[in-house]
């Protein structure tokens, strides 16, 4: 640690020019600087290491078996210095970096995908995580700085004037059932006609479930008696299969899956009534400074709403 304090990339880059050259008046010039100077650099390097780095030959200098070692590790320093300031200027102008991004369901899909696959056009070297969860824990996790920006609906406790909400919009519900469903095809499906089916949907209080038992009751029918609570779409969709089930996700969620092989297995309800879920929002902490990539995604991502 003593030497790599006192060594600067400037005396490395003068060592590699000699042993390169194997001339002390030709290194001294591709690192601008004089002859002299080189020379008293030279010696101060040696001086700092405890011994000669080249030995002098009529025909030019060449490194001790010493100065082989500091040349290996010179060019490996140098490579790392070189790399940092590139990842620096990458990431200061936006081009690099990290991105944390939690989403609930719907907009992770149509949103935050989109984002992502527009950055990495021009950015390939960024690096993202996302995580879809209830807008309760985005909240929390944003609060503790494990995300850099949300799109979540936040919960009546959370004061939001420490946030930055972005223009919101509403997610559409659609009720997604296997393609030999009798309801399957039809035109202005009701609600009323729909409570004799097993349902699964996600848990009491959360957002989609609130929706749809919220469009039941505007039209004076009462919730189906049979449901399976779950927030699992792999349990919801392997419940679907071969069965006269119903689950709704948001109209997201199924136009992906129908895009899929999955699609070939499960379709969507022609719903008459409109389900419609509370409006999420783009969240940022006021306090906190984003990244110059995470402001870029954030950009990104309002473009699409």
């Not at 990339?9 to 010039?29: D, N, W, Y």
């Not at 690192?31 to 780095?53: C, F, K, N, T």
Request: hydrophobic share 45%.
């Amino acid at each position: 640690m003593s030497l790599l304090r006192r060594l600067k990339p400037v005396h490395l880059r003068l060592a590699l020019r000699i042993a390169e050259t194997g001339k002390l008046q030709s290194a001294a010039s591709d690192v601008a600087m004089s002859q002299p100077a080189a020379s008293r650099m030279l010696s101060d390097i040696e001086a700092h290491i405890g011994a000669p780095l080249f030995e002098r030959h009529p025909k030019g200098m060449e490194p001790t078996e010493i100065g082989h070692t500091v040349l290996r590790h010179a060019r490996q320093i140098l490579r790392g210095f070189d790399s940092l300031d590139t990842e620096v200027s990458q990431v200061i102008s936006g081009r690099a970096g990290t991105v944390r991004i939690g989403s609930v369901t719907g907009p992770a899909v149509e949103m935050v995908v989109p984002a992502i696959r527009a950055i990495r056009a021009g950015s390939p070297d960024v690096e993202f995580t996302v995580e879809v969860a209830p807008s309760t824990t985005l909240m929390r996790g944003l609060e503790e700085g494990v995300f850099d920006f949300i799109i979540a609906r936040p919960p009546p406790q959370y004061n939001s004037r420490l946030y930055r909400l972005y223009p919101a919009r509403r997610e559409v519900v659609s009720l997604m059932v296997c393609r030999d469903h009798p309801m399957a095809g039809r035109p202005n499906v009701r609600l009323k006609e729909l409570t004799g089916f097993e349902w699964v949907i996600q848990e009491r209080g959360t957002p989609i479930r609130t929706a749809v038992e919220g469009a039941f009751h505007s039209h004076g029918v009462a919730m189906p008696p049979q449901v399976t609570n779950t927030s699992s779409l792999l349990v919801a969709l392997a419940l679907l299969e071969n069965s006269t089930t119903i689950s709704p996700h948001s109209h997201e969620v199924v136009q992906l899956l129908s895009a899929t092989a999955i699609g070939a297995h499960v379709t969507r309800l022609n719903l008459l009534e409109d389900i419609l879920v509370s409006p999420f929002f783009v969240i940022t902490q006021k306090d906190r400074q984003l990244s110059a990539i995470a402001d870029r995604v954030v950009q990104e991502t309002l473009a699409r709403l």
